[in-house]
């Protein structure tokens, strides 16, 4: 009987050891520090995400660190221009213990500010509709952006409008179904689409996708 409760008790101990804790925290700038969160089932990575919001010429910096599944570990940097002097960037990086204190935002690269002769619809809105402006795409932008997202603020749902250029990669990621940012249970992508389809040539792809309420840091006052 002592034998088998020993065996129990290990059992329960080396469970528990293997579950899988990363730092949680959100924060203006490049750092941030939070508690220990044991993550959840299958969330078998540390993720840290580093966000860029660039207005004007100003830049905003935002750091999420968590857990998460490992296959986001494959996601590309993301670049979304939305016009009017705004834009985004976003970079993730996976990690496990120890090694999550090494990871630094990387170096930031400049988009081409020289118009490319192509344009796109461009707007930003929280209120579901949206008169779009024409903006001139710069460097390699050549692909259009239309993000329709569904977010739950204050017990209320509102629909959120992104509309611009983006290039290459963020555009192919967008159109096999990798979301253009990251996953949250308050915000859901209604549909997220780019044209033309860098694998089909000029057709386009619908995609429902969950989206990652914390990158919707767009809700900072400009």
């Known amino acids: 009987m002592q034998t088998l409760l020993r065996s129990f008790l290990f059992f329960v101990l080396l469970t528990?050891?293997?579950?899988?804790?990363?730092?949680t925290c959100t924060d203006v700038g490049t750092s941030c520090?939070?508690?220990?969160?044991?993550?959840?089932?299958?969330?078998?990575?540390?993720?840290?995400?580093?966000?860029?919001?660039?207005?004007?010429g100003k830049v905003l910096q935002t750091v999420v660190r968590g857990c998460a599944f490992s296959?986001?570990?494959?996601?590309?940097?993301k670049h979304m221009?939305?016009?009017?002097?705004?834009?985004?960037?976003?970079?993730l990086s996976c990690c496990t213990g120890n090694d999550c204190a090494l990871i630094v935002p990387p170096r930031s690269q400049r988009i081409n500010p020289k118009a490319n002769g192509?344009?796109?619809?461009?707007?930003?809105?929280?209120?579901?509709?949206?008169?779009?402006?024409?903006?001139?795409?710069?460097?390699?932008e050549r692909f259009c952006f239309d993000v329709l997202s569904r977010s739950k603020a204050g017990g209320e749902f509102r629909d959120i409008i992104m509309k611009g250029c983006t290039i290459k990669s963020t555009c192919?990621?967008?159109?096999?179904?990798?979301?253009?940012i990251l996953e949250e249970k308050d915000t859901i992508v209604v549909n997220a689409r780019c044209t033309p389809d860098p694998s089909r040539g000029s057709r386009s792809s619908g995609l429902y996708l969950p989206i990652f309420s914390g990158l919707l840091f767009l809700q900072i006052p400009w």
Do not use: H
Not at 81 to 91: E, F, H, L, N, Q
Not at 172 to 180: C, F, Q, V
């Open 16 to 23: 528990k050891g293997n579950s899988l804790e990363c730092e």
């Open 33 to 56: 520090m939070g508690r220990m969160k044991t993550c959840a089932e299958g969330q078998d990575t540390c993720i840290v995400v580093f966000l860029e919001s660039i207005i004007d």
């Open 71 to 77: 296959e986001k570990c494959n996601y590309p940097p």
């Open 81 to 91: 221009t939305i016009g009017k002097g705004k834009s985004i960037r976003t970079s």
């Open 118 to 140: 192509k344009q796109c619809p461009s707007c930003y809105s929280w209120s579901g509709t949206c008169n779009a402006d024409m903006v001139n795409c710069t460097g390699p």
């Open 172 to 180: 192919a990621a967008m159109n096999k179904g990798i979301p253009p």
